[in-house]
């Protein structure tokens, strides 16, 4: 049976698991048209999560960033020139290390997503330490690493006994999106060896990226809410959850 049908059956998981365990081989050309199915489908998943997300949460009022043309900022689509700047990533942070696949295909089908609380507007936050799903969009990202300091920055990181990797700045921490001091921002890390996924560094499960989005959509995308008793994130979770696709 192959990954895709694997996935399609529910073995969601399992199979990021065994694609992981392949190594560089799933981009062989015996394993990645099927990974590359299995990629697809988790991301059109993403989408598909995201949107019945955001829709219910302007039903219930929740008061996101804007645009400098006041459009909610929740959800970004997909550039025209979506390829381009993912080039332009590749290309930057080519001496520090790779991107993952799934970074790729995020951009390439999701956009970008950011279902932090607007503070500035309302700063009484609905769900406080919720640490609400939010992925920056490309154009930052390429913005981020094309700094004339970006690549001095992340050798310094490489040589840190400590650290020891390069990363991609993708998220604020849960302090931050309440307007609270808080820790790094949850970053991606970056590798000398191509990978399908990357882990999600700073980021409190210690997972990978595709693994913090199947977190992130097991509380509706407010993780920080798994262990707080609110009965508004609760209304909110029993009318969602049910709608949301396995990823």
């Known amino acids: 049976m192959t990954f895709y049908s694997r996935y399609q059956n529910g073995e969601t998981q399992d199979v990021y698991n065994d694609i992981e365990k392949l190594g560089e081989k799933a981009f062989s050309p015996d394993f990645y048209p ?7 489908e988790t991301f059109e998943r993403v989408k598909f999560n995201l949107d019945i997300i955001y829709n219910e949460l302007i039903n219930i009022n929740y008061v996101f960033w804007k645009n400098e043309i006041g459009d909610d900022d929740a959800i970004i689509k997909p550039a025209d020139n979506t390829d381009q700047l993912f080039n ?7 001496p520090v ?25 309302n700063e009484n936050i609905m769900w406080e330490m919720a640490d609400p799903i939010q992925i920056t969009p ?6 981020e690493v094309t700094d004339e300091y970006w690549l001095e ?19 604020a921490d849960n302090f931050h999106k309440d307007n609270v001091s808080g820790g790094a921002p949850y970053a991606l890390q970056l590798t000398q060896a191509k990978s399908i996924d990357g882990y999600f560094l700073n980021e409190p499960n210690e997972t990978t990226f595709i693994n913090y989005l199947r977190i992130c959509f097991e509380s509706c995308g407010f993780p ?3 262990n707080q008793s609110n ?4 209304n909110f979770f029993d009318k969602v959850k049910p709608q949301l696709k396995k990823i």
């Open 34 to 40: 099927d990974v590359e199915k299995v990629l697809i």
């Open 88 to 94: 332009t990533l590749a290309k930057s942070i080519e």
């Open 97 to 121: 290390g790779k991107l993952p696949q799934s970074l790729k295909i995020f951009y390439k089908i999701v956009g970008s997503c950011n279902f932090a609380w607007n503070y500035q507007e």
């Open 138 to 143: 490309l154009t930052y990202c390429v913005s």
């Open 153 to 171: 920055e992340m050798h310094e990181y490489i040589e840190d006994e400590e650290f020891g990797s390069a990363f991609l700045e993708l998220s």
């Open 224 to 226: 920080g809410m798994r």
């Open 231 to 234: 009965q508004s994130f609760q």
